[in-house]
């Protein structure tokens, strides 16, 4: 019992930091990827919105990719919780 609890844990952190590496990779490709195409004439703006494209790739990979997952560890948390309450009722 514990085991399952220390790897529900685990999962939940382990897909928490997935969550924010895909948009800050993504966004450090989309610099890359500007930068290679104007190789030294990019300008800040170019950039800036090289950069923003590849956040905004990124985070639309996470709602795509991980959204479901996301939405089972919801709901995980959530029957943890009516199990905490329901156990506290039980024992007055």
Request: hydrophobic share 55%.
């Amino acid at each position: 019992m514990i085991l399952q609890k220390l790897v529900g844990n685990i999962y939940s952190v382990f897909i928490e930091i997935i969550l924010w590496l895909i948009p800050i990779a993504s966004a450090v490709s989309g610099y890359i990827l500007i930068s290679s195409i104007y190789w030294n004439d990019a300008t800040y703006v170019q950039l800036f919105l090289g950069t923003l494209g590849g956040l905004v790739a990124g985070l639309i990979m996470d709602v795509f990719l991980f959204g479901p997952v996301v939405l089972l560890l919801n709901m995980r948390a959530s029957l943890k919780n009516i199990e905490n309450k329901s156990a506290g009722a039980q024992s007055r």
